[in-house]
Structures are given as C-alpha cells and as structure tokens.
C-alpha cells in the first residue's frame, strides 16, 4: 500500500481551513500537527474527528491531566507511535513528571500482561465484581 501524501495548505478547501483555523485558535498553536493534516483528506472526517476531541478531552469529571495519560496508556497498548509521541508530549505540557511517565509505563505492562493472563485462562467474574 503506498503512503499517504501530506497535501499543502494551499490545496485544502475552504471548510478545512477553517476546522484548521478552529483547532490552532483552541490549542494556541501556530500550526496543526500531520495527524489533522492527513484527515483533510476527508473534510467530514476531519471535522467529525476534531468536535470529537475537543468534546471528550475538555475539562470535565476527569481533569486534562488524567485523560491525557490515559490517552497514552490506550496508545501504547494499541502500539500507536503517533498517538504515544503527540499524547505524551500534551500529558508533559499538563503536568507530567518522569516518574508518573514510568509508573503510567508500569501499570500498562502490568494491566496487559494480567488481561491476557485473565482471557486466556478464561478466568470466571467473580459476583462480587458484578453490577
């Protein structure tokens, strides 16, 4: 499969150039990042994915902290350099230190290595886990 060509910014339409305007205004950003330049591709695409991550990563019962390194933990577990690079680089701006990187590093390992321990034994639920 070939890759995909990033497009210039003079070859986008209208509509992407002002869901790039939006995302630049709303991160205080001089440019997008490659992720939402390839989306343009697709300007319904591009637009849907954007309402979506300002929707869900907005301050709410979860502060921009915590939903920033469970953004890189999902990342990592689904072997997502890109995600990893952007989402750990955003959970630093945030407040990350080092050594909550690291503990984050361990309990992804340690939630993995048991999920696929639990599955593979076909480990029942126990009723007290239950709803």
Known sequence: MQKARRKKASQFPPEVLAVFEDIKRT???????????????????????????????????????????????????????????????AAHKAGMTEAMFGELMAVVALANATNRLANGYRVPIDAMFEP
């Open 27 to 89: 991160r205080n950003v001089p440019d997008v990042n490659n992720f939402w330049k390839y989306l343009a591709r697709d300007p319904a695409l591009l637009a849907r994915t954007w309402q979506d991550v300002k929707q869900v990563m907005a301050p709410g019962a979860l502060d921009p902290l915590v939903k920033e390194l469970l953004y890189v933990a999902v990342s990592v577990t689904n072997g997502c350099g890109y995600c990893i690079a952007s989402h750990t680089a």
